[in-house]
């Protein structure tokens, strides 16, 4: 027999399992109106009405639902309402300056938008067939008993297309299938032990690769899903206490961000010996994972993937064969890529690239077959990341591709040169990532000036802000008189990164 694996599945467990059981507790504190608690069953009436909604504005399946969303309970919903009916999710990262925004709506042919309130400033650049405002047009989406058009199923279609940077200056559009966002959430759910009395706070942004899968691994066991719409230490604390918070998911900078909470907590340190972390986006440093262990008696596990693989391909989690080896020892080894997850083979190529085959890798990058072409090549995923495995652990060396992870974020240093080549007074210029504690690396600009021009580097921050998200903006603009380069003429980042990270074994941070 077979049948189809559908992201849906999850949601109907838990409403067949746990109807009555609080599923999501909506952010509070937002500038639309809160859902509050919602039960599983009640989860579920919000996907069918949307899916509902969705039939009655026409939008055909294999249609996309663009959202432009802090996190939010009706974003979670979405992930179902949405794509468990057979459109297509773009959810889109909230942080995008409005041209970004506009170009992914367009891109992606979006036939419905669904913004948060705070971001209504989109809609005066933002276009497509049916345009609402979350809290504004609740009833439009989300108040319909009519049952929304039965959808056969198909493991194969997209569910929800994921914009990253990458390396260029465009966004590209990461088709993730049914059966990839399915097999992600399981096999993530296995290897981070997730129960039935597990409560997630979700301090990572939902747009980000869905979350990781969370909201479908954990709405499958019937857990609780705690929405946080953005990131305090304080309130990571507070939530977490108030909750009986489990299992958080985050960016080396939300970790920072909770142990700098730490200093003004009042009383023990809620979670310890209950929560675990898992941190991806980059390896924060040994001394931080020392830390998150014995600072906030928290289990850090650290997982490595991409957009692209949905986005599990390694986990790294303490083992009984460390146990006796001292608690900078253990940190260092936790600090490591990982492991492959079930059903994820490694390799490295020639040049180190690290490649990988998983039931999780995408199916294509939309309307971009030459692209997907590239990053498929010889049946394997390239990542672009360079790295070394040892004793079945995979350890990230150097990204060989120009991307600069700040806080969890991709950012292209081409898109960023683009923009600082645009002012005037900039000759040339390079982008490169250098260590950062909180963010683990700095954007930072090197810059060779026109002759006889003069610019400061707040003019040239200010510059960027008008053209590129506040997180893709150079935290630093050092002036340089010319710039490494080969005989062909192409830019040497290596010998610009080389003062930056020479004191480091990795050339990532």
């Known amino acids: ?155 194969a279609a997209t ?34 032990t997730l129960t039935a009395e597990d409560v997630l706070l979700h301090t990572l942004p939902m747009f980000h690769a869905n979350g990781w899968g969370m909201p479908y691994a954990v709405t499958g066991m019937g857990g609780k899903h705690i929405v946080l719409r953005k990131v305090d230490g304080g309130e990571i604390l507070r939530r977490i206490e108030a909750h009986g918070v489990t299992l958080l998911c985050a960016a080396p900078a939300v970790v920072t961000a909770a142990l700098d909470a730490t200093a003004a907590w009042d009383g023990e340190i809620p979670g310890r010996g209950r929560v675990r972390i898992v941190v991806a986006g980059a390896p924060p440093p040994t001394r931080t994972i020392q830390r998150v262990r014995e600072e906030l008696g928290w289990e850090f596990i650290q997982i490595y993937g991409l957009t692209e693989t949905a986005p599990l391909l390694t986990v790294n989690r303490m083992r009984p064969e460390w146990a006796e080896l001292d608690d900078y020892q253990q940190a260092r080894l936790l600090g490591r890529a990982g492991a492959p997850a079930i059903g994820v083979r490694l390799k490295l190529d020639e040049t180190g690239e690290v490649l990988a085959q998983s039931n999780h890798v995408l199916d294509g990058y939309w309307e971009n077959p030459e692209e997907t072409a590239r990053v498929q090549a010889g049946g394997w995923f390239h990542t672009g990341d360079g790295g070394s495995i040892s004793e079945g652990y995979l350890t990230i060396a150097d990204r060989k591709k120009d991307v600069i992870i700040t806080g969890g974020e991709n950012v292209s240093s081409i898109e960023v040169e683009d923009a600082l080549a645009s002012h005037p007074a900039v000759r040339e210029v390079a982008v490169i990532g250098i260590p950062d504690d909180k963010w683990g690396e700095s954007v930072t600009a090197l810059v060779v000036t026109e002759q006889g021009a003069e610019v400061s580097q707040e003019e040239l921050l200010d510059h960027c802000r008008h053209h590129l998200a506040g997180y893709k903006c150079p935290k630093r603009v050092d002036f340089l008189d010319a710039l490494p380069r080969t005989a062909t003429g192409k830019i040497q980042k290596f010998k610009l990164r080389q003062p930056y990270w020479e004191a480091r074994e990795r050339q990532v941070n």
């Open 159 to 192: 569910a929800t297309i994921n914009y990253t940077s990458g390396t260029t200056a465009r966004p590209k559009g990461v088709q993730l299938t049914h059966r990839n966002l399915w097999l992600n959430a399981v096999v993530f759910g296995l290897h981070a």
């Open 1 to 155: 027999m077979f049948f189809d694996l559908n992201v849906l599945d999850f949601l109907e467990r838990a409403e067949t399992v746990y109807p009555e059981r609080i599923a999501v507790v909506d952010e509070p504190d937002q500038p639309g109106p809160s859902w509050g608690s919602l039960t599983y069953a009640e989860v579920a009436r919000l996907a069918r009405a949307q899916a509902a909604s969705l039939d009655a504005l026409g939008v055909p399946v294999g249609g996309r639902v663009a959202i432009v969303s802090h996190n939010a309970a009706r974003l979670l919903v979405s992930f179902f309402g949405v794509s468990g009916w057979g459109r297509v999710l773009v959810p889109v990262n909230f942080r995008l300056a409005p041209a970004e925004v506009r170009y992914i709506i367009e891109h992606s042919g979006a036939e419905v938008v669904i913004i948060d309130p705070e971001l209504k400033h989109l809609l005066d650049t933002v276009s497509a067939p049916h345009v609402y405002v979350i809290g504004e047009n609740d009833a439009e989406l989300f108040d319909t008993d009519a049952a929304p058009r039965p959808w056969s199923g198909d493991e």
